[in-house]
Nanobody, 116 residues
């Protein structure tokens, strides 16, 4: 079975930092593009950052310069380092793994709450 297990969420003050981790099993991790998405109450899920199997990255404009996505293929883990957090970053954050447009896998989500 495929599992994406997230950790690292929590409550943090504005200006602080968190590092999210997503550990994958049941897939050939190095072959997958990995992404972080977030969803705030009443809003659509949005892409935060993606790191492809070849290592290239893209970020949403709202987090560019503050967040960094990285991966460790030896540990089957993708990370999201979040710095200079703002209250508007408050959301449930989800890990995603995909190889093609037609399929993919999701983690359970981890809550990030940034207080003002």
């Amino acid at each position: 079975q495929v599992q994406l297990v997230e950790s690292g969420g929590g409550l943090v003050q504005a200006g602080g930092s968190l590092r999210l981790s997503c550990a994958a099993s049941g897939i050939i991790f190095s072959s997958y593009n990995m992404g972080w998405y977030r969803q705030a109450p009443g809003k659509q899920r949005e892409l935060v950052a993606v790191i492809r199997s070849g290592g290239s990255t893209n970020y949403a404009d709202s987090v560019n310069g503050r967040f960094t996505i990285s991966r460790d293929d030896a540990k089957n883990t993708v990370y999201l380092q979040m710095n200079s957090l703002k209250p508007e970053d408050t959301a449930a954050y989800y890990c995603n793994a995909r190889r093609t447009i037609v399929g993919g896998y999701w983690g359970q989500g981890t809550q990030v709450t940034v207080s003002s």
